[in-house]
């Protein structure tokens, strides 16, 4: 049992269970309790795009998430091998209310590239979603309209949260989970 990222609430455990999964914890320490552990197969690399600043895989989970930067197509991660079926974007508070307001024409083209992925996410890590600045011209009505958007006409999975370590728990459950159904639709 190794740990990670000492002196934060959630802190991630690895175990290794069996020879071809690993396993990762999450331990939420607030509320004394355990989240179900991520089984992740060993040969899942995750691909953080090079242009991704403040990734929610790190140099601190090296030993723990296999993973590389390279440049992507499309989105902030992927899993190699599987760039043309997963992605995920994440915006921070400041990258959202850009994305959404003054660059709004690019995210629309954006979008329309990753309409074609059958397992897409946006990660958005923010404290509230809704907190809209004037000098973006945004009402908290066009940003509940973009997130319906994205989840019934888009089609991504949305999951908003200001903790990184809930976020990263997210980014590896769609990850695992959208490779798990890849692999069994491929039997089929």
């Not at 396993?23 to 004394?32: A, G, L």
């Not at 691909?47 to 140099?59: F, G, P, R, T, Y």
């Not at 309209?145 to 976020?167: A, E, P, Q, T």
């Amino acid at each position: 049992m190794r740990r990670v990222k000492r002196g934060r609430r959630i802190v991630i455990l690895k175990f290794h269970m069996q020879f071809d999964i690993n396993t990762y914890y999450f331990f939420d320490h607030q509320h004394n309790r355990r989240f179900k552990p991520v089984n992740m197969p060993k040969e899942l690399t995750v691909i953080v795009d090079s242009n991704e600043q403040l990734a929610l895989i790190n140099k601190t989970c090296t030993d723990f998430i296999p993973h590389i930067k390279m440049p992507l197509e499309n989105g902030d991660y992927s899993l190699l091998g599987y760039e043309d079926k997963i992605v995920c974007e994440r915006k921070m508070q400041s990258d959202w209310l850009h994305y959404i307001g003054k660059d709004r024409k690019n995210t629309e083209l954006k979008l329309d590239r990753m309409q074609n992925y059958p397992y897409k996410a946006f990660i958005i890590e923010t404290p509230d979603v809704y907190d809209v600045s004037r000098a973006y011209k945004l009402t908290k009505e066009s940003v509940r309209g973009f997130l319906k958007s994205l989840r019934f006409r888009r089609g991504f999975h949305v999951f908003i949260h200001h903790n990184r370590d809930l976020c990263q728990m997210f980014l590896l459950d769609f990850l695992t989970y959208s490779f798990k159904l890849i692999k069994e639709n491929e039997k089929c």
